[in-house]
């Protein structure tokens, strides 16, 4: 048998000022163990040995208390987790200054990084147990009092969300996924709050604008005179413009995690004009701030390098948030057939694309990372009644945003002017793996990039070359391959001159050495042309008599036209096709076995190009739908007959005509009989003497008679001698 729920449970303890047994409820505050966990403070920014040692300790006693908390009974780890306050400062401690993975840092030692994963994975454990309302049969709460809890005691919120998002949703995306869906459907006043958070998630974008001197396009409200002098990204104090890059990049990568993990709120940002917002946000500050790092002059060119990073993660996740809003509201609902109207959703996308299209960066952009070509071709085989025209022109201002956006790269930039133009694919996704930031135990996750090759290695190897020319191709492929092909940090270390020492023994001019492609794509083609007499690619040797352009040499046109032998050779090839023999007279002798054999048939009566074509073939037949009651039963007789004739074997040459029609009046008469139908009713027609009335039935055998009188005897005259005229049997 279950037991009960922890909220409908009771315990029976001790009173330790009376010393008597009471009961109380599974969850009092009086079973709380006295126990303080202290807060979790940031890794120190040096690798002294005392600041080392002081996080160290202070790691060691939370990891323990954490560990005390998870080996806790299932009703004393609620006790402990709903009415102490020690531990939910120290958790949410943690989730506030705990290093983010685009965060810059210097490397541990091993001991001190190790120590750190495993307080990572602790207070993570601890955040899933929490949201787990069912652990077995017997310990388990109530889920409506489970979100109770939840909501009441401000176990969750939504930044504590957004956090544990952005700090364990590498790697653990599947357990978030369910953990914070357990959360939502438990309790649905978050998603209120979730409401209620994205004014406060747009005033973000709003603050750094203002920070940066610039103005959204749909702000009415009137500069103040003595604010018509702003500050722009290039002029701003380098501390203020280090903050800003932060908190854009702190910002977006949070907002980017919790919508990948629970991409059902994209319904709720939408609701605010979330993604006009962004749009917004990113075609005005962040073209802004590039540009400011670009000419601004900095005394340490790792600070630029490291805002520069940072940019161009934002960028990318900024776009990634846009796609996933897109793709939650109009794009699966459609792929996975959630609704049986299709079409709204059709128009939402269009609309929003057509708001899109002032914003000429941003769609420049979105389209190099998501192409929206795509999303349209699958939209014109979702919706066949998609205007045509006004998907043409989204189109056409898409590729014209993308023309006008496209910029000439510099080749020659002096290394203490301006970092590398970075394009905003391999921005975020090689710069997280940098060796002056902390690497992740888990698996690369949504922003991790597959291993470079072709086209994307040479995009590498001239961002390096660019700001440093000086430098051959092989030493920075080298280079690359040292530092996991990330070009910040391979600029970064060369302008420092800290490489790993097997790579300054490297000679810095050494070229690229071309590689030969054991089995090019020539070799593996196949098509209709492929093993010919001509195909180059399979033979060294080709017959180039035969080959020419326009006339032949030593040929005029009067031998072309006389060469009659590609006819002659078409000629034969078509005669193997002959399915018709000609009979040729001899010495002109009349034969007259065509008259003879000819002479018995209609001509042009049943001609296979006439329009009756299959009356020579299959007897016309009523459909059965449209046949009377009477060609119902004539049909049956005959049939019947037919079946008797085929199966009875004559033993005489001539039978007896009366004998015949006795043996077919038989049978009418059975047939009548088992149908129930009187069939001699000529009296019944006939009636009594006219002027003393008539009889129901002589009533409905005259209307029977009526309406079917044109189905037999000479009432089909005209129709027949039609039929004989055209078909030239009569001449008119």
């Known amino acids: ?122 207070v993570f454990l601890a955040f899933l147990r929490m949201a787990t309302h069912k652990e077995s049969k017997d310990h388990h709460i109530t889920p409506s009092l489970f979100g109770e809890i939840l909501y009441n005691n401000f176990l969750f919120d939504i930044p504590k969300l957004l956090d544990i998002c952005v700090l364990f949703g590498k790697g653990n995306s599947a357990i978030l996924q369910k953990m914070i869906g357990n959360i939502f459907q438990q309790q649905p006043s978050y998603y209120q709050d979730l409401d209620d958070s994205v004014p406060t998630l747009l005033q973000v974008f709003s603050s750094v604008m203002q920070v940066c001197g610039l103005q959204q396009k749909d702000c009415k409200e009137p500069l103040k005179l003595e604010e018509q002098k702003l500050t722009t990204p290039l002029d701003m104090p380098e501390q203020e413009l280090r903050d800003a890059v932060i908190y854009i990049c702190d910002t977006s990568s949070t907002i980017w995690a919790f919508l990948e993990i629970f991409p059902m709120a994209s319904n709720t940002l939408q609701k605010h004009n979330f993604l006009s917002s962004l749009s917004s946000f990113y075609e005005l500050c962040c073209t802004e701030l590039e540009s ?28 990634e948030i846009s796609h996933i809003l897109i793709s939650s509201t109009c794009l699966q609902p459609i792929l996975e057939h959630r609704t049986a109207n299709i079409q709204p959703y059709v128009e939402e996308f269009l609309q929003i694309l057509t708001n899109l299209l002032p914003e000429r960066r941003f769609l420049c952009d979105y389209d190099e990372l998501f192409p929206v070509a ?7 085989q979702v919706s066949p009644s998609l205007d045509e025209t006004r998907s043409r022109y989204l189109l056409n201002g898409v590729q014209s945003a993308s023309a006008e956006a496209q910029r000439p ?26 060796s002056g930031y902390p690497e992740e135990p888990a698996c690369a996750g949504a922003t991790a990039a597959p ?87 399979s033979r060294d040797v080709v017959d180039t008599s035969k080959i020419w352009k326009g006339r032949r040499k030593h040929e005029s046109a009067a031998q072309i036209l006389s060469d009659k032998s590609s006819i002659l050779a078409q000629k034969e090839r078509y005669s193997n096709y002959s399915m018709v023999s000609e009979e040729h007279t001899v010495d002109g002798d009349y034969d ?80 009548f009989a088992r149908k129930g139908i009187r069939h001699d009713n000529s009296t019944t027609v006939a009636g009594t003497t006219r002027g003393q009335g008539q009889s129901r039935e002589t009533v409905q055998e005259r209307r029977k008679k009526e309406s079917n009188k044109g189905a037999r005897a000479n009432h089909n005259r005209r129709f027949m001698s039609d039929r004989k005229r055209n078909k030239g049997m009569i001449p008119s």
């Not at 400011?292 to 776009?319: E, P, T």
């Open 451 to 537: 291993f470079p090759s072709g086209v994307e290695l040479d995009s590498l190897v001239s961002q390096v070359k660019d700001l440093l020319p000086d430098l051959g191709e092989g030493f920075i492929l080298r280079c690359l391959e040292e530092y996991g092909h990330n070009p910040e940090g391979v600029i970064n270390h060369l302008l420092e001159e800290n490489l790993s020492p097997h790579l300054q023994e490297l000679d810095r001019s050494m070229p690229r050495q071309e590689q030969v492609n054991p089995c090019p794509l020539v070799a593996s083609r196949s098509n209709v042309f492929a093993d010919d007499e001509f195909d180059v690619f």
């Open 592 to 671: 007259d076995e065509y008259d003879d054999t000819y002479d018995g048939n209609q001509v042009g009566a049943n001609d296979a190009d006439s329009d009756d074509e299959l009356i020579s073939r299959r007897p016309f037949t009523i459909p059965r739908v449209l046949r009377s009651k009477e060609q119902e039963e004539e049909e049956e007789i005959e049939e019947e007959e037919t079946q008797e004739q085929a199966v009875r074997h004559p033993d005489h040459f001539v039978q007896d005509p009366a004998v015949l029609r006795e043996r077919a009046e038989a049978r009418r008469a059975s047939y």
């Open 409 to 434: 790269r510099p080749h020659s930039v002096p290394p203490s002017q301006t970092p590398p133009d970075r394009s905003i694919e391999g921005a975020p996704s090689g710069s997280e793996q940098s």
């Open 374 to 380: 795509d999303d349209m071709h699958l939209l014109q």
């Open 1 to 122: 048998m279950p037991s009960l729920p922890l909220d409908e449970r009771q315990v029976t303890q001790r009173d330790p000022g009376t010393g008597k047994l009471r009961t109380l409820p599974a969850l009092h505050p009086s079973r709380v163990a006295a126990r303080h966990f202290i807060v979790y403070t940031p890794p120190p920014e040096s690798c002294s040995p005392a600041s080392l040692e002081e996080f160290l300790e202070r790691v060691d006693f939370i990891l323990k208390d954490l560990k005390w908390l998870l080996a806790l009974p299932h009703d004393l780890f609620w006790c402990q987790v709903t009415y102490d306050e020690s531990l939910q400062k120290c958790l949410d401690s943690f989730l506030s200054c705990a290093p983010r993975r685009y965060d810059r840092h210097i490397p541990f030692p091993p001991a001190v990084q190790r120590v750190h994963e495993e307080l990572y994975r602790h």
């Open 292 to 319: 400011a790092i670009i000419k601004r002059k900095f005394q340490d060119k790792s600070v630029q390098l490291d805002l520069w990073r940072r940019l161009c993660h934002s960028r990318k996740k900024l776009l």
